[in-house]
């Protein structure tokens, strides 16, 4: 923490930054759990709205549509509006947030999730048309996508800044696991608040009621958002970020002046240390601590962000790894999305796509339907990545899981219509665990890890926006794609996706135990000098 930041708003995480017990790299500390505790909500949101928008789709049926099918338009911009907002959003805040600092922007998502979630259940849909709903809907959802989107790059950042090289993977995969998490607590919500409207709903005959159900099921989102804003908004702004910023790693003549610079001075050891440690400063590191220090802190001529950020990415090793990142996500998003948000086609073949029954029996059904795929597969993916990172290394996941993605996918498309429903469901468990365990996963890590701090917001943010792309695709296209040419030749899409996330992830270097910032100030030492 800065000296000038106020006590008011010490968290306790300044302490955290350079602290490296030796433990395993997946067990948790008290201040770790409180980091991810405040990063983690956005990505439980993420999920939590792309699971909850299927169930809610349906309802809307019953609503406003007398049990008929929502307009194709409409559902589509339905479907697909949050992920709309949020290429939005992390091209917006991953910007803002290396300008301006982490500090200024964090928090201000989560304050946007919170008023479009609030005006998304506000929807007057007694008063406006069925379509005037859900355009009503679709709007504020694009607001939330924004705040959503905007929590990407802003919480990855925030993570980065402070964890310790060995451990940095670790922590970004248990961000990205709350994910597993908002699906697993959205599916059983929306069987409990079903089982309490079952009365109203079945006995009683009044489907109409299907409209709190819904609301309900929107509005408990609200819970974890406000109960991390205030954390959020009172975080201090990350040592590592504040060197960054002052250009205190491009000070130095060598990388060894460099690593001398960060024995003597913490501040600076947080920029552009590769591996945490505090070893005992010599006499001679003492007596030149003072020096370093005002050279590290003293104002510096400050060149326009967009400027740096263009002569950066403009050589081709930089532009490759970015073209890397912004690919694999982009690839990885059309077929992950592509499934998840079209989880019908699978419910019907595991036989619990509600087609039967009164309105609350289907619905009920499909929520149970839903339940049994998130279980299929999702949470298992995402904590055997937390295990392995640090020890197979991103590339190596990453790699694996498109390969396997796609030989699941293949099996799926080929064989489609003749699987048995064990088959079918294995074949599926499979394909959701080795999303989870490789690309899903790592497209995420990469971005926050191979950038150093000047750029790193700004790089997730352009990478996952790519990503969200690839979703907006998948939402729009899937359903005619599937009427047009079939359910089969859209998973060979997917399939090819796959395949073409693992050669793009060629471009990218691996970058376990690779401090961003020392590479950054060597690469600009060697430019100096030529």
Not at 220 to 230: D, E, I, M, N, Q
Request: aromatic share 12%; hydrophobic share 45%; net charge neutral.
């Amino acid at each position: 923490m800065s000296e000038f930041e106020p006590a008011s708003v010490r968290s306790g995480l300044e302490e955290y930054e350079r602290e490296d017990d030796g433990r395993p790299t997946f067990m948790l500390s008290r201040r770790e759990m409180k980091l991810l505790s405040i990063t983690g909500v956005g990505f439980f949101l993420d999920a939590y709205d792309l699971f909850i928008i299927n169930p809610v789709s349906t309802m809307l049926q019953y609503r406003l549509y007398g049990g008929a099918a929502l307009p194709a338009g409409l559902q589509g911009l339905l479907k697909a509006s949050a992920n709309i907002g949020s290429v939005v959003g992390q091209f917006g805040f991953g910007y803002a947030a290396d300008y301006f600092g982490r500090k200024a922007i964090y928090g201000k998502e989560l304050m946007l999730i919170i008023f479009a979630t609030i005006m998304c259940i506000s929807d007057p849909t007694g008063d406006l048309s069925p379509s005037g709903s859900l355009i009503w809907l679709s709007v504020f959802r694009i607001i939330l996508g924004i705040g959503i989107g905007g929590d990407y790059p802003m919480s990855a950042s925030v993570t980065t800044d402070r964890a310790n090289l060995r451990r940095r993977g670790t922590l970004l995969a248990y961000i990205f696991a709350n994910q597993g998490w908002g699906s697993l607590i959205g599916s059983l919500m929306v069987i409990v608040v079903l089982a309490c409207y079952k009365h109203v709903m079945e006995t009683e005959g009044e489907t109409s009621k299907v409209d709190g159900v819904w609301r309900i099921l929107v509005g408990l989102s609200l819970v974890p958002a406000f109960g991390t804003l205030y954390q959020r908004l009172t975080l201090p702004e990350s040592q590592k970020y504040q060197a960054a910023k002052k250009g205190a790693d491009l000070e130095a003549d060598s990388i060894e002046e460099l690593k001398k610079k960060a024995d003597a001075d913490p501040a600076v050891s947080e920029s552009v240390q590769p591996v945490d440690s505090s070893p005992p400063l010599s006499t001679t590191a003492s007596e030149t601590q003072s020096s370093v220090h005002e050279k590290a802190h003293s104002p510096q001529p400050k060149r326009a962000y967009w400027a740096e950020y263009v002569q950066y990415f403009s050589e081709w090793r930089h532009f490759k790894i970015l073209l890397g990142t912004c690919s694999c996500w982009f690839l990885l998003d059309i077929a992950f999305y592509g499934i998840n948000l079209n989880q019908n086609v699978v419910l019907e073949q595991i036989g619990f796509a509600g087609n039967s029954g009164s309105p609350w029996t289907r619905l009920f059904k499909i929520g149970i339907g839903n339940l049994i795929i998130t279980g299929l597969g999702f949470l298992p993916g995402y904590y055997v990545t937390i295990l392995t990172i640090e020890k197979l290394g991103r590339k190596w996941i990453q790699i694996q899981g498109f390969l396997l993605a796609a030989l699941f996918l293949g099996i799926l498309a080929g064989m489609f219509h003749t699987l048995s429903t064990a088959a079918f469901i294995v074949n599926f468990a499979l394909l959701q665990f080795f999303f989870n365990f490789g690309a899903n996963a790592t497209t995420y890590c990469y971005p926050a890890e191979v950038f150093p701090t000047r750029f790193r917001a700004s790089a997730h943010g352009m990478s996952a926006a790519c990503g969200k792309a690839g979703a907006i695709i998948s939402a729009l296209a899937f359903n005619s794609l599937s009427e047009s040419i079939g359910t089969p030749a859209v998973l060979w899409i997917f399939f090819g996706c796959c395949i073409a996330g693992a050669v793009c992830s060629l471009l990218l270097p691996e970058v376990r135990n690779r401090d961003p910032d020392l590479v950054y100030a060597q690469e600009e030492r060697e430019r100096r000098q030529n």
